[in-house]
T-cell receptor, first 115, second 115 residues
Framework: DTGVSQDPRHKITKRGQNVTFRCDPI?????LYWYRQTLGQGPEFLTY????????KSRLLSDRFSAERPKGSFSTLEIQRTEQGDSAMYLC?????????????FGPGTRLTVL | AQSVTQPDIHITVSEGASLELRCNYS??????LFWYVQSPGQGLQLLLK??????LVQGIKGFEAEFKRSQSSFNLRKPSVHWSDAAEYFC?????????????FGRGTSLIVHP
C-alpha cells in the first residue's frame, strides 16, 4: 500500500488547452474524491465516485470539468479549454467505503499552472 | 449552507509552547467536524474527527480538539509544540451524502514554530 498517487505532480499549460490528471487510489478503496485548492484557501470539493458510479457531480466548477472512473480503480479529471482561473492544486482522495463515515486519504496533488 | 471560519491566517509559537488553533462553524444540524494537517509536498492528513459523544476528542501526534456546541467551535490544541508541527492546518465540517462525507474546509491556519 503506497497511498494515493497522482500524476503528474505539476502541469503547465497554455490557456485554451485541455489537460487530464490521473489519480490512483489506495487499492481496495471503493470511494474516490476530487478537490480543488487555490492559494490561501482550503480544499473545495468537486466530485466523488463509489466504484465506477459518479454519485455527486453538481459541484464541478463548469461543464469544462469532467471526471471518470471507468473500471472503479483509477480516475481521471479533465479540464477542457483551460482558463487562467483554473490554476490551482487538484487533490484526489480515497476511502474504503466502510459503513458510516470513513477516513479520506489524500494524495499529494497536481499543481496546474495556466499561462 | 455550511461554512467554516478559521480566524487566524498565521500563528507563531515557540517550540515547546502550547498551541490552540481556532475553528468556528455554521451548520444546521449536528455537525461532523474534522481537523487536517497539510505539510509542504504532502497530502492532507486527518488529525482527528468528531461525530458524537465525548466532546473532547483525541487525535494523532498529540493533538486534541474540543467541540463546544454553544460556541459553534471546534478548537485544536496541543500542550507542547514540536518543530515538525509547522504546517497548514484545516478545519472542516461535513454532512453525510450517500454514506460518505463531503467536507467544507476553512481557509487554513499556517503554523510557524520558532526554535
Amino acid at each position: 500500500d503506497t497511498g494515493v498517487s497522482q500524476d503528474p505532480r505539476h502541469k503547465i499549460t497554455k490557456r485554451g488547452q485541455n489537460v487530464t490528471f490521473r489519480c490512483d487510489p489506495i487499492s481496495e478503496h471503493n470511494r474516490l474524491y476530487w478537490y480543488r485548492q487555490t492559494l490561501g484557501q482550503g480544499p473545495e470539493f468537486l466530485t466523488y465516485f463509489q466504484n465506477e458510479a459518479q454519485l455527486e457531480k453538481s459541484r464541478l466548477l463548469s461543464d469544462r470539468f469532467s471526471a471518470e472512473r471507468p473500471k472503479g480503480s483509477f480516475s481521471t479529471l479533465e479540464i477542457q479549454r483551460t482558463e487562467q482561473g483554473d490554476s490551482a492544486m487538484y487533490l484526489c482522495a480515497s476511502s474504503a467505503g466502510l459503513a458510516g463515515v470513513d477516513e479520506q486519504f489524500f494524495g499529494p496533488g497536481t499543481r496546474l499552472t495556466v499561462l | 449552507a455550511q461554512s467554516v471560519t478559521q480566524p487566524d491566517i498565521h500563528i507563531t509559537v515557540s517550540e515547546g509552547a502550547s498551541l490552540e488553533l481556532r475553528c468556528n462553524y455554521s451548520y444546521g444540524a449536528t455537525p461532523y467536524l474534522f481537523w487536517y494537517v497539510q505539510s509542504p509536498g504532502q497530502g492532507l492528513q486527518l488529525l482527528l474527527k468528531y461525530f458524537s459523544g465525548d466532546t473532547l476528542v483525541q487525535g494523532i501526534k498529540g493533538f486534541e480538539a474540543e467541540f463546544k456546541r454553544s460556541q459553534s467551535s471546534f478548537n485544536l490544541r496541543k500542550p507542547s509544540v514540536h518543530w515538525s508541527d509547522a504546517a497548514e492546518y484545516f478545519c472542516a465540517v461535513g454532512p453525510i451524502s450517500g454514506g460518505s462525507y463531503i467536507p467544507t474546509f476553512g481557509r487554513g491556519t499556517s503554523l510557524i514554530v520558532h526554535p
